[in-house]
């Protein structure tokens, strides 16, 4: 997703910043640039239009030409006009009542979407908030609908409500709510049926059911991929049903992005969670801020930060701060801490988050296979190798490199990075600040 304005955003933005003074025709042209990479993009003409005025405006006013940094100044102008376009400051949450009643999120959006795909990953992630879960199988057009939903419930650990052989979706999910409240179940998604195209009878089923739960969020769900028609069939929700939010889908996909950028300024409702993958956890809220910052190339560290600490469990972090503490930290730690990173997903996700990676960094200086190779080494060891790396001399080295199909050189050197990995991590806990730093970094 935004590849192509991501290049152009940071060649523009790198043209301007080498230039100690910019003049009016500077600013012009890289407006008219941004304009041109955002039409480019898919975005919606009239949302192009307003950006790129807005932009100008600001850049043109005195604070820009004159001052010390122009290329900065103009840089942080466009960001922040990126910031309002996706949804400004604040991140949209869902807006659910208390766990002791009962909420309903309805999701509607055209067949292949990403319904019932995003009903299974909001159940899966409002589970883990420690919310009760109840998902709606309302697609009572597609025969195999109802089945794919109790799959994928049975996958979250979610009941998933139906009626056998009803036809009418209000009925099913009157009934389903009835139940949920009885059953004091606190949140009910209903995952309802599309059509290939919006028509008058999906209207008014969608609309009808609206109606008769009154939903606390009605999530319009649009495929990133079908880019502005999505921003069409969004407009026309809003009007007929009214919608509260937006699931963006697919936003892993190879899409040049205008959907994204266009949604939330022609419907007005905040874009509330990205699908990026097919998986269960591949649900990430909006953050506008964030994205703005991947948009123009200066990547999203705090998401990269999040997902490391997903994947770094605090009591795994307190065992580990005692073994760093005790000296005490082994190979089969340093195994555990790759192990931890390749789980954060693959070359391609990791790059696009760090700030000016992408394009100036390769799959291969993010030395995954480096490390891949140094798991494979530790894994040839024997319990009491890992236990006690300084025993590991040159017989050991070659049985080892032979076992991981890696050389003696490659085994070397994993053992001199594992050796300053312990020292590093040794100052940083004998460092009073920087050990509160790591601390708080691990949320211990
Ligand atoms: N890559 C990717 N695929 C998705 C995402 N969300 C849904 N899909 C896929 O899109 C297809 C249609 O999804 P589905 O949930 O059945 O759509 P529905 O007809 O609206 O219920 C399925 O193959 C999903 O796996 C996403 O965020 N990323
Ligand atoms: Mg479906």
Sequence with gaps: MFDGITSKFTGIMRTLSGKGKISEKNVRDAVDEIKEALLDADVNLRVVRRFVNSTLDEALGEKVLASVNPGQQFTKIVYDKMVELLGGTESANLLLKGRDTTSIILLMGLQGSGKTTAAHKLAHRLKKEGRSVMLVADDLVRPAAITQLQVLGEKAGVPVFTIPGEKDPVKVAEAAVSKARHDLIDTVIIDTSGRMHLD??????????????????????????????????????????????????????????????????????????????????????????????????????????????????????????????????????????????????????????????????????????????????????????????????????????????TSVADVNRLLKQFEKSRLMMKKVMTNKKLQAAFMKQFGM
Excluded: C, W
């Excluded at 609309?207 to 606390?216: G, I």
């Design 200 to 405: 008058e009878a999906l209207m008014n089923e969608i609309q009808s059911v609206a109606r008769a739960v009154h939903p606390d969020e009605t999530l319009f769900v649009a495929d990133a991929m079908t880019g502005q028609s999505a921003v069409d069939i969004a407009k026309e929700f809003e009007e007929k049903v009214g919608i509260s939010g937006v699931i963006l889908t697919k936003f892993d996909s190879d899409t040049r992005g205008g959907a994204a950028l266009s949604l939330r300024s022609v419907v007005g409702k905040p874009i509330k969670f990205i699908g990026t993958g097919e998986k269960m956890e591949d649900l990430e809220q909006f953050h506008p801020e964030r994205i703005a910052s991947r948009i123009l190339g200066m990547g999203d560290v705090v998401s990269l930060v999040e997902k490391a600490q997903e994947q770094f469990d605090q009591k795994q972090a307190e065992k580990l701060a005692k073994k760093i503490e005790k000296n005490t930290f082994d190979l089969q730690d340093y195994l555990e801490q790759i192990e931890n990173m390749s789980k954060m997903g693959t070359a391609d996700k990791i790059i696009e988050m760090i700030p000016g990676a992408k394009g100036n960094v390769s799959e291969e200086d993010l030395r995954l296979d480096e490390f891949r190779k140094q798991a494979s080494i530790i894994r040839s060891m024997t319990r009491f190798e890992k236990e006690n790396y300084k025993i590991i001399g040159p017989s050991r080295r070659k049985r080892i490199a032979k076992g991981s199909g």
